[in-house]
């Protein structure tokens, strides 16, 4: 999964980028022109530790995350995302933006002041304005092709142009995409478009170190404004979680629960993350690897299996399913089997969060 992090300058994205990464990016003069910062992280999940400590396996492989820190430089006011930078930021599958709510004199605000409710929704703009633009052509291109076009195929492109057309009306009067009434069918037929307001946006509030006390009634206040559909907001200190990205696990431990930080940035980011773009983990377990995989919620086992390899969802017979807490209730995959807690479940089947899965198939 790619999270695209994007935010004004100065607004501390790069900072919070190394906290969640334990990066070491270059941050303040990271300016004009340079390419994305990137990291992968191993999503931490107790689930799988629990299995691998059961099945003491040669390998442990955890699911991992790609973040993307675009240059604040991407995005020019009223302009929407700058050309080098918009087929990378439609690729990603959420986007996260940052936005400044922390005060230091020794960083000025590009705008003169700090207002990061004027900030968040000045985004908003700026990433309607990319879907806006992107109609706009694709609207000029129908109707040159439309004085050409078959008699089978006008209705189709008629369809088209009114689906973008209300999308766009919908984008001008500040509707995000993804806050957009579509049915299932017009869903389908945007997939390629990749529009930028129609993807999972969680938005961060980077607070000063003295408001992390008061993160709870930050998020509250952001929320009443700006949560909605596939849209979450989050209050962290980039600065205190950059610094206890750097310490031992022990350390960090301590150094939150004397800031009474429940949950370390990273786990927080990447919760939210998965609850917004509907991702759930099932688990693949035995001597030789414990590993944990991405699908999304609602997919079929078929689906499943070909995360694993294109080979199993081809030939797919059945799986073998156990849940984990299950599993490691009963000890060892044998005597899950007694217990009549491993079923055999076809190609209808719904995999569900903490799955355990062994796939049959043929060659």
Not at 244 to 269: H, K, T
Request: hydrophobic share 45%; charged share 30%.
């Amino acid at each position: 999964m790619d999270l695209g992090i994007i935010g004004f300058q100065r607004s501390g994205k790069t900072t919070i980028f190394n906290a969640v990464t334990r990066g070491h990016a270059e941050t303040g003069s990271y300016g004009a022109g340079v390419q994305p910062n990137i990291g992968v992280v191993k999503v931490p999940d107790r689930r799988l530790d629990d299995l691998a400590g059961l099945f003491d396996p040669k390998k442990l492989t955890h699911a991992d995350i790609r973040y993307i820190d675009f240059p604040g430089s991407a995005f020019s006011e009223g302009q929407g995302p700058s050309t080098q930078f918009l087929a990378q930021l439609a690729r990603c599958d959420a986007l996260i933006h940052v936005v400044r709510a922390f005060t230091d004199a020794s960083v000025p605000h590009p705008s003169g002041s700090v207002d990061a409710a004027r900030d968040a929704a000045a985004m908003d703009l700026e990433l309607a304005f990319a879907d806006a633009a992107f109609i706009e052509k694709r609207l000029e291109r129908i109707d040159a092709a439309m004085r050409s076009v078959k008699a089978g195929e006008r209705d189709a492109a008629e369809r088209e142009v009114a689906l973008l057309t209300r999308i766009r009306e919908g984008l001008e009067a500040e509707r995000p995409l993804r806050a957009q009434e579509l049915s299932d069918d017009e869903q389908r037929s945007l997939v390629n478009y990749q529009f930028l307001t129609d993807k999972p946006l969680l938005l961060v509030v980077n607070i000063d170190e003295t408001e992390v006390a008061r993160g709870t009634e930050v998020e509250a206040e952001f929320r009443a404004r700006f949560a909605g559909a596939r849209r979450e907001v989050a209050a962290i200190s980039g600065k205190i979680e950059q610094e206890l990205a750097q310490m031992s696990d022990e350390e960090a431990m301590e150094f939150r629960a004397d800031l009474q930080i429940a949950e370390s940035g990273l786990d927080r980011m990447i919760r939210l993350s998965y609850e917004l773009t509907g991702l759930i983990s099932f688990f693949t377990v035995g001597p030789d690897e414990c590993r944990a995989w991405n699908v999304h919620a609602g997919a079929l086992a078929p689906a499943a299996a070909g995360k694993i390899h294109t080979d199993l969802e081809r030939g797919f017979i059945r799986a073998e399913v156990v849940h984990w807490d299950d599993l490691l209730a009963a000890g060892s995959m044998a005597e899950a089997k007694k217990r009549a807690q491993v079923r055999q479940e076809g190609k209808s089947y719904v995999v569900q969060d903490g799955d355990c899965l062994n796939i049959l198939f043929n060659v």
